[in-house]
């Protein structure tokens, strides 16, 4: 009985972690940059796109100074709303997939 009631702490303790790491991992920024830093993306801790930004050179390399800043936030955000859009939909397909395979049974932490 005494075994039975450590696995039961150490499953609330596990389950209290679990958590506590997908709190932490949420509020994480990890960026990732190309073209010298001309295109610069951040997600959290989960692979969640989070945002982008763009430099002057990244939409006009030949003339940067042509490029104002309400053309670089516009495409910004466009760029946003197209990622998190298509992120949505695949997490949609995700679960459908995964509720067909489980019968409709939800198991925590798989979607």
Known sequence: MMNMMNMMKQAQNIQKRLKETQEELNKMEISGEAGSGSVKVICDGK????????????????????????????????????????????????????????????????F
């Open 47 to 110: 692979g969640i796109f989070k945002s982008i930004k763009l430099s002057a050179d990244a939409i006009n390399p030949e003339n940067p100074s042509s490029v104002s800043e309400d053309t670089i936030e516009m495409l910004e955000d466009l760029i946003t709303a197209a990622i998190n859009q298509t992120s949505e939909k695949a997490q949609k397909v995700m679960e459908e997939k995964m509720k067909a395979v489980t019968g409709g049974i939800s198991i925590p932490g798989l």
